[in-house]
């Protein structure tokens, strides 16, 4: 995929990668990344022709889809990409490793199991080229509410496993809570499997780098302490900054600060943002403006005094803190830590910024 005018390259974490790969220290790594900082445009921009250049195979999908059948729809993906003429030509008419056995000469993919399908794909590519196939696969915690989910990790996992040589993955996701179930539960097949990684947010280089593109393109100098100061108040997400940037390439008479007045209205509606608090229970309430208060513990006096008093509510249970909590968490309003399950934060930006406003 060819990269962007306005693409900002994150080099250091690309080689760092490749590094990791390249030592054969890893063999599949976790990558976090919240939604809108960037995270697909890097592993198509910066890391996929960094690992093709040094003769690795790469091949993206992503499970944040509408589809009810994410498994079915990788499953055939992988299908996809499988060239039967490579296995006639080098007359390999087997493939056999632990606990696997593929016939080649009774070509039938649709009758494969996962387990077989990555095993022949994995075995093509090192065939053919030498190459290790690295899967690229996004949003992973979208298969926990997947039809056959649990199942098709359980098999990635044994592929992963009977296929070190020749298969790595790279599992990316927006919510640290989703992949710490994945990746931290001791009940899950990818329990302590893979390094993890952050993708940090972008700093002011990556501001002042707009503000120069900008420059280039449209032949106005930009204040790039006001950008960046405007990216900060953004809570530094990628997207809405260049958005701002579209503001401004649309109406290069805009200043500065009208552009992020205008952006924030759009994207801001106090309304919507009122309706949502508004279906929130007291304890979920609670719980936000908690954490807003930058604590994490649910589970104590303190906590329970603080919704009795807050919300005038009755003695609060443990099952309906803990309730609450797992409700905020599927809907992303909060998330967690992939290591540490009590290190909680805000996932919400829009409906933390109104609360700000309602409590000035």
Aim: glycine share 4%; hydrophobic share 35%.
């Amino acid at each position: 995929m060819k990269k962007t005018f306005w693409h900002f390259e994150r080099v250091k974490l690309k080689k760092k990668i490749l590094n990791l790969f390249e030592s054969e220290i890893v063999q599949s790594l976790i990558l976090y990344a919240p939604r809108r900082i960037g995270k697909t445009e890097f592993l198509e921009y910066d890391l996929k022709p960094e690992l093709e250049k040094h003769n690795y195979k790469t091949l993206y999908f992503s499970f944040f889809t509408d589809s009810n059948n994410k498994v079915k729809d990788f499953v055939n993906f992988l299908r996809g990409h499988l060239n039967k003429s490579i296995f006639e030509k080098i007359g390999l008419k087997e493939i056999s490793v632990t606990w696997c056995k593929v016939n080649l000469e009774h070509w039938q993919p649709e009758q494969w199991s996962t387990v077989e399908l990555l095993t022949v794909l994995s075995t093509q590519y090192e065939k053919e080229k030498k190459q290790r196939l690295i899967l690229m696969l996004d949003e992973v915690q979208e298969l926990q509410n997947t039809k056959d989910g649990n199942n098709f990790v359980s098999a990635l996992r044994t592929s992963l496993d009977k296929n070190k040589e020749s298969l790595g993955a790279i599992f990316t996701g927006s919510s640290e809570d989703g992949l710490r179930k994945i990746f931290n539960d001791k009940r899950a097949p990818f329990f302590h499997y893979g390094t993890k990684l952050n993708l940090e947010v972008f700093d002011k280089e990556f501001t002042d780098f707009l503000a120069d593109k900008y420059a280039e393109r449209i032949g106005t100098e930009l204040n790039k302490d006001k950008l960046y100061e405007i990216f900060c108040k953004l809570d530094k997400v990628t997207e809405y900054i260049r958005q701002i940037i579209t503001e401004l390439v649309l109406e290069p008479d805009l200043s500065l600060d009208e552009a992020y007045s205008e952006y924030q209205a759009k994207i801001f509606d106090a309304d919507k943002l009122e309706v949502l608090w508004n279906s929130f229970s007291n304890v979920e309430k609670a719980i936000y403006q908690w954490i807003r208060l930058g604590k994490s513990s649910f589970y104590t006096d303190e906590f329970k005094n603080f919704v009795e008093q807050e919300f005038k509510s009755e003695t609060v249970s443990k099952n309906q803190i803990q309730y609450a909590l797992n409700k905020l968490l599927k809907n992303q309003h909060i998330t967690t830590g992939i290591s540490q399950q009590a290190n909680y934060s805000l996932n919400n930006t829009m409906l933390t910024k109104w609360l700000e406003q309602c409590t000035a």
